[in-house]
């Protein structure tokens, strides 16, 4: 293995409308921006965007920026001219790059941050790509607007989330339906329809296949109306493993086969046929021949009376191999006789068992056609069918399957609008008795469970999951009223759908030392650790402030699918004070009811306006104590959040510490201290008072452990302000390691977020 450390990554991308044209350099012994640019001979000519690990960088600055080893920085050369149409063009050209740097680097983003492969460049793409936005959620990232995806058939779209595309299709290579929760769906078609006669009445035979894994029907219905409502129709739900009792489903037809007219030898016709019943591959054990008397069968005699009149044919196969030669000579099948004295068209259907191969049919009349015009003696050939042997249903699927009369009542057009209420059943985890029988269930967490533990989704065991994480999610989400129902019928990555499932529930997922976690953005009042100008490392506190502009949105329009109609509708929310003059639109899949979507409008819009203040900082291993999602509290001179420093000494019994820094006080306010405690947990804030010195404080109550302040450890750090203004609260985005460092990229807290959804 090689001693080099790990080196930095620059990435100039000349043209941000061809990601292919980019240089790549790797950087060792962590030189600024601008050291690096004069060592190489970079020079922009053009206006150019810097970006560093995902964070503009100013011109100002790039003299001071380093490019530490792990760090990512992306040189963006703006592309130039535009701008008419009263449109400002820098906030154009803005936008395209953050867009491309977000698809180009995001995988190279992601790296630096730990992670890797397809699921990397997702990640990290997203973080990017929320900077750019008109609405701002730095904690958890805005719906993705693009599903299905743009890997997805675009020729056979979704036909639950496509209004002109419902109705029941047979999509060739899509994804097996995966539902969550309680859904309306029009399910695809899982073999080609079929027909056959029976008593001269025709019957269409479909199979339906509703998703993976089991349900509870609610409704099932043909268009809107009940299936109960038409006598016609037998339907039957197959579970994983059952088996289909109504008809065969494993039918294929011959195209060739369309309502050829028999002519017998002798009256100048021919053999029909032969025509190839079953494609390569595969094997029948049965010959299905459908024929048809389109004028009926009959002889009007004289007095107008209808006479019998009878037609004959033969019916004949042979196997051929999968080029289509003949493997055997032509085996005499059967020779049919059918008579009637009617002018009602006659519709007949025949099986005939053979062994198993691939088989091609031909059909001869054996009888001379009366041509008569009182007579009606013509015989067509209607279809040809092969049954399949050896098929078997995948056992992880359930089916409808639906046997129809053709009548009045049931037009072709309405049977291909089959549609049913389900509710998906899935197991629930205990922390006392583990993972229950399948049960129905609108559950956020164990919708996200299923997604990552199935084989259609990441395929991880247990130990992989933070199963306890989910137990409280989903009873705080039960309490709201927060649901997830939803069909994923297009494709796309499980981490894009590990993050829908876990939007609609105001959280994000994360990877942490292997583990699939999840976290809701919600209140929390106890920071887990605190920062200050003792343990921030000098020069690195950044703060990035997210103004507002002309683009940026005062309200949001939430799209939803009604469970009334199960059709797209959509409604704005905004705050107090807002005009509501230029709503986002958002997308919130998986949400179905309008007053879950409203406190999610809300929350999102309170983000928007509350948290525009990112902070970045480098501190030592202690960085390792947050995760994603949780509350810090930040002390420090520069931007005035408190006073901070170290206890010097400790005096338990009049409960007085005295500090390193000056306290300021003000008359007639309360004032509190924090100790960060030896495991560096926060403690409660300390109600104190002034004490002999202007470093002294007495404290109103026992902090619960002694304050370290030898020097042979490290002295106990404290925050010390009035009211609040102790520290500023900021909610953890990201930890990075940075060879002996940890950097810290966090949001500024502010709790009216979370109030904003309860008015």
Not at 155 to 169: D, E, F, H, K
Not at 278 to 291: H, L, M, Y
């Amino acid at each position: 293995m090689s001693d080099l450390p790990s080196p930095g990554l620059v990435i100039w991308m000349r043209n941000p409308f061809e990601p292919s044209d980019r240089q790549v350099s790797h950087v060792f012994g962590s030189p600024t921006i601008a050291q690096w640019m004069n060592r190489d001979g970079i020079e922009l000519d053009q206006p150019t965007l810097i970006l560093k690990n995902g964070q503009p960088v100013l011109l100002a600055h790039r003299a001071v920026t380093p490019i530490d080893a792990g760090d990512v920085v992306a040189l963006v050369t703006l592309p130039q001219g535009g701008g008419g149409g009263g449109k400002n063009p820098l906030r154009t050209v803005l936008m395209i790059a953050v867009l491309v740097v977000a698809n180009a680097y995001g995988g190279a983003l992601a790296a630096s941050m730990g992670y890797s492969g397809t699921l990397a460049t997702a990640v990290a793409s997203t973080a990017i790509a929320v900077t750019g936005s008109v609405l701002v959620n730095a904690l958890v990232p805005l719906p993705n607007q693009s599903l299905p995806s743009a890997s997805a058939n675009t020729t056979s779209p979704s036909p639950t989330y496509s209004l002109q595309a419902r109705g029941n299709y047979g999509r060739l290579a899509q994804p097996v339906p995966v539902i969550y929760g309680r859904h309306l769906v029009y399910p695809d078609l899982a073999t080609m329809p079929y027909t056959e006669y029976e008593n001269n009445e025709e019957y269409l035979h479909q199979l339906h296949v509703i998703g993976v894994g089991q349900f509870q029907f609610e409704e099932l219905s043909i268009d809107d109306s009940p299936i109960s409502s038409f006598a016609e129709v037998q339907a039957q739900v197959i579970e994983p493993g059952g088996q289909n009792t109504l008809f065969n489903p494993d039918v294929v037809t011959a195209p060739e086969v369309s309502g050829q007219e028999l002519i017998a030898v002798n009256d100048t016709g021919a053999i029909v046929g032969p025509f190839a019943l079953n494609p390569v591959g595969t094997q029948i054990n049965q010959v299905g021949v459908d024929v048809v008397m389109l004028r009926g069968l009959y002889y009007a005699n004289d007095s107008g009376a209808l006479e019998s009149r009878s037609v004959q044919w033969r019916v004949e196969v042979r196997s051929i191999n999968d080029d289509g030669d003949a493997t055997s000579g032509w085996l005499h099948v059967a020779d049919e006789t059918y008579s009637a004295a009617t002018n009602t068209a006659q519709r007949l259907s025949f099986k005939y068992s053979v062994s198993p191969g691939r088989y091609e049919v031909r059909l001869q009349r054996l009888d001379a056609r009366d041509t008569s015009n009182r007579a009606g003696h013509e015989l067509r050939w209607g279809q040809a069918k092969g049954y399949l042997a050896g098929s078997s249903l995948p056992t992880d699927l359930t089916y409808l399957a639906l046997r129809m009369r053709a009548t009045d009542n049931l037009s072709q057009r309405s049977s291909r609008l089959v549609n049913c209420l389900v509710t998906r059943k899935l197991p629930i985890w205990n922390p006392s008795t583990g993972w229950s029988a399948l049960q129905p269930t609108r559950s956020i967490a164990w919708a996200f469970a299923d997604a990552v533990k199935a084989s259609y989704g990441a395929g991880l065991p247990d130990r992989q999951l933070d199963l306890a994480a989910l137990a409280q999610l989903d009873a705080v989400w039960s309490a709201r009223g927060d649901t997830f129902n939803a069909v994923f019928d297009q494709n796309q990555t499980v981490w894009d759908a590990l993050g829908q499932i876990a939007r609609t529930g105001r959280a994000v997922p994360f990877l942490q030392g292997g583990i699939v976690r999840i976290v809701r953005d919600e209140p929390k009042t106890i920071p887990v650790a605190l920062f200050s100008a003792r343990n921030i490392v000098r020069n690195s506190l950044k703060i990035q402030y997210l103004m507002p502009g002309d683009a940026t949105a005062d309200a949001v329009t939430i799209e939803y699918v009604n469970p009334k109609s199960w059709k797209p509708d959509e409604f704005t929310v905004s705050l107090p004070g807002s005009q509501a003059a230029k709503p986002a639109r958002v997308r919130l899949f998986g949400c179905t009811d309008k007053a879950q979507g409203i406190r999610e409008g809300k929350y999102i819009a309170a983000a928007n306006r509350y948290r525009r203040r990112i902070v970045t900082f480098r501190t030592e291993l202690e960085g390792l104590i947050p995760t994603y999602g949780d509350l810090i509290a930040l002390s420090h001179d520069i931007p005035r959040w408190g006073v901070s420093g170290e206890v010097l000494s400790w005096d338990g019994q009049t409960r007085t510490v005295r500090c390193s820094e000056p306290l300021s006080w003000q008359s007639g306010a309360v004032h509190y201290l924090v100790l960060r405690r030896p495991d560096g947990s926060v403690s409660d804030a300390i109600e104190v008072t002034p004490g002999a010195t202007a470093t002294h404080a007495v404290l109103k109550t026992q902090p619960g452990f002694e304050p370290l302040v030898g020097t042979d450890r490290e002295r106990t750090h404290f925050a010390f302000g009035v009211g609040q203004s102790w520290s500023q609260l900021a909610r953890v985005m990201s930890v990075k390691p940075r060879a002996e460092q940890v950097e810290l990229t966090c949001v500024a807290e502010n709790a009216l977020v979370h109030t904003a959804d309860q008015s």
